[in-house]
Nanobody, 120 residues
Framework: QVQLVESGGGSVQAGGSLRLSCAVS????????MGWYRQAPGKQRELVAT???????KYAAFVQGRFTISRDNAKNTLNLRMNSLKPEDTAVYYC??????????????WGQGTQVNVSS
């Protein structure tokens, strides 16, 4: 069983910053792709940023250099530093990870989500 626990969400004013973290625990052999997604009220879940096992990073166009994704393979954590936040960044942010468990079974899991509110 693999668990993902996100933290770091909250409420900030426009222009502020937040740092989200996703801790992956359980029986893990390897982690492959790790990413952040978000879902605003009434909208579909969308990709924010991903970081694959080869070190390749992809950002959504709306990030525009404001966010930085990072991963710590030794600690099995994924982070997202968000600067210059805008009201339209308000959403529930989810961590998504895939890899193999200790028994080499493939897995893909979502975290429970962390709320980010940006006021104008």
């Amino acid at each position: 069983q693999v668990q993902l626990v996100e933290s770091g969400g909250g409420s900030v004013q426009a222009g502020g910053s937040l740092r989200l973290s996703c801790a992956v625990s359980g029986s893990i052999f390897s982690l492959n792709d790790m990413g952040w997604y978000r879902q605003a009220p009434g909208k579909q879940r969308e990709l924010v940023a991903t970081f694959n096992s080869l070190g390749r990073i992809k950002y959504a166009a709306f990030v525009q250099g404001r966010f930085t994704i990072s991963r710590d393979n030794a600690k099995n954590t994924l982070n997202l530093r968000m600067n210059s936040l805008k009201p339209e960044d308000t959403a529930v942010y989810y961590c998504n990870v895939d890899g193999r468990t200790g028994t080499l079974a493939p897995f893909a899991s979502w975290g429970q989500g962390t709320q980010v509110n940006v006021s104008s």
